[in-house]
């Protein structure tokens, strides 16, 4: 009969998110993994293949972490202007609480490490759901990128520490998701 395990792959996910954020993507090694949950590297291998499958799961964690906070954040029914501010204010959050989450699922990694098409869709849904109800069912998609694409830029620019100009970062974060959000919904109402 074969031991139990000592660990589990929501445990191994958890520790390796935490060690994300404390060491980096450097610092996530199935090594470190291992230590954090209690056994030797080798029994990590009876839950996941390898470090890049490993990165994956905590990437589609980190996602499906996000898309709740927009859930909640914007939710069915709230405006589409409100809810669209409402949810670049919840990625923003998410990025200065989970730093090195946000630079994981916002920067290209190797093909092995990206969380599946499904995860990143259910973890976008309200964006998109706000995208569409802002510049319309042909333009939703479009919209959403756009809105993500800013707010991305933005937020990885204040992580980095690259706003040297003197000047309220959080006032220009709200004047830029709010104007973003204002010109979609009006070239959908010009249309």
Do not use: C
């Not at 799961?57 to 409100?82: C, F, K, M, N, T």
């Not at 290209?108 to 259910?122: H, I, K, M, N, Q």
């Not at 976008?124 to 109800?133: H, S």
């Not at 100009?165 to 973003?180: C, M, N």
């Amino acid at each position: 009969m074969a031991a139990p395990s000592r660990t589990s792959l929501p445990e191994i996910v958890a520790a390796g998110a935490r060690l994300l954020e404390s060491g980096g993507l450097d610092g996530l090694t199935m090594q470190a993994v291992a230590r954090a949950v209690g056994v030797r590297a080798p029994s990590l291998y009876k839950h996941v293949a390898d470090r890049d499958e490993l990165v994956r799961l905590i990437a589609e964690h980190a996602l499906a972490d996000l898309g709740a906070r927009l859930d909640v954040a914007a939710p069915d029914g709230v405006e589409p202007r409100e809810g669209m501010r409402a949810a670049a204010h919840a990625l923003r959050r998410f990025a200065r609480e989970r730093p090195a989450a946000f630079r994981l699922v916002f920067a290209p990694g190797a093909e092995a490490t990206r969380p599946s098409p499904d995860v990143a869709y259910r973890a976008t849904a309200t964006v998109l759901r706000l995208g569409e109800r802002l510049a319309g069912a042909e333009e939703g998609l479009a919209a959403a990128r756009t809105v993500t694409a800013w707010a991305s830029g933005f937020i990885a620019m204040e992580l980095a520490g690259a706003f040297r100009i003197p000047g309220d970062v959080d006032h220009a974060f709200e004047f830029g998701i709010t104007r973003l959000a204002d010109a979609l919904a009006g070239a959908a109402a010009g249309r």
